[in-house]
């Protein structure tokens, strides 16, 4: 099976979270030493919502909901590259009027 691709764009604003796991081992003496944890020690989180009609919203939530949290998916952050993220849930908000939004959070994701 493909692996599907995100398309819809996000709104304006979305400020990612870029993180390095390191394991970090702390001696006595006030010495520390430091090194990358795994082959893929950089990941990132992208808190994004999405605004638009009632259509637009539910094939968003759609999207989500045929992956189930578990099935990543291809996306390109702001300032990225194409990856593999994975969403495990959503917030719908109505905006007033024929207005919705949904806000989530795309965690990278790495093949096994």
């Known amino acids: 099976m493909a692996i599907e691709r995100f398309t819809w764009a996000i709104d304006k604003g979305a400020e990612g979270d870029i993180t ?7 001696f006595g003496d006030g010495y520390a030493q430091s090194v990358g944890d795994g082959i893929n020690n950089k990941s990132q989180a992208w808190p994004v919502t999405f605004t638009g009609t009632k259509e637009r919203i539910k094939e968003v939530m759609a999207f989500i909901d045929r992956h189930k ?26 905006r007033g009027g024929q207005m919705y939004a949904i806000t989530t959070t795309f965690e990278q994701a790495f093949h096994p």
């Open 20 to 26: 390095h796991r390191v394991r970090t081992k702390q």
């Open 69 to 94: 949290g578990a099935k990543a998916f291809l996306w390109v952050p702001p300032l990225g590259d194409l990856g593999l993220y994975k969403c495990t849930g959503y917030k719908p908000a109505h």
